[in-house]
């Protein structure tokens, strides 16, 4: 069990949510979203409900495509399916865990409004064409990892806590 209560680990995952999205607002100006996301995440999401599903996708399998590019008899690339959770792409530093999970950065899930899945679609591409853009550069890169571990600590510490407070019920 962790030495922080559930509340203490609430409170630091909102802290650390808004100073990254502040990170990410001086990283990439140009993004009016993120400054829309650090408004709603301060005053309106409910940082309880918001771990929950955060946690629940964090450490959830997904399949994603795994390409190698091996010369074999004139093939350059191959396709398998794996399944990993994006907890272990963000220890492992994966990129798939920013260009193939959507639903976590966004928190949005497919939509049957047309409209609101074109925007999340949009969304989906800006942030993909950002990740692989040259102009993100290195270090910031390497910085939005460190985040995200930080978030990904956080959220095995709530995850923890949550499962040890359920044997007393």
């Known amino acids: 069990m962790s030495i922080l209560t559930t509340f203490e680990i609430l409170e630091l995952y909102k802290k650390t949510i808004l100073n990254f999205l502040d990170d990410l607002i001086q990283i990439l ?3 009016a979203d993120l400054i829309m996301l650090r408004i709603l995440f301060e005053n309106q ?3 309880d409900e918001s771990m929950k599903k955060f946690s629940k996708r964090l450490f959830t399998k ?3 495509k795994e390409i190698s590019s091996k010369r074999l008899f004139g093939k350059t690339k191959t396709e398998n399916e794996m399944e990993i959770s994006p907890a272990d792409m963000i220890r492992e530093k994966n990129d798939k865990f920013f260009l193939e999970n959507s639903d976590i950065i966004f928190g949005e899930e497919k939509n049957d409004d047309k409209d609101k899945e074109t925007r999340r679609k949009e969304k989906i591409t800006r942030w993909k064409n950002i990740w692989e853009s040259k102009s993100l550069g290195n270090d910031n890169k390497e910085s939005i ?3 995200t571990s930080v978030l990904l600590k956080l959220a095995e510490m709530y995850v923890k806590n949550e499962a040890y407070q359920l044997q007393f019920i």
């Open 45 to 47: 999401i409910p940082v």
């Open 62 to 64: 997904i399949k994603v």
């Open 145 to 147: 990892w460190k985040w």
């Open 29 to 31: 100006p140009e993004e």
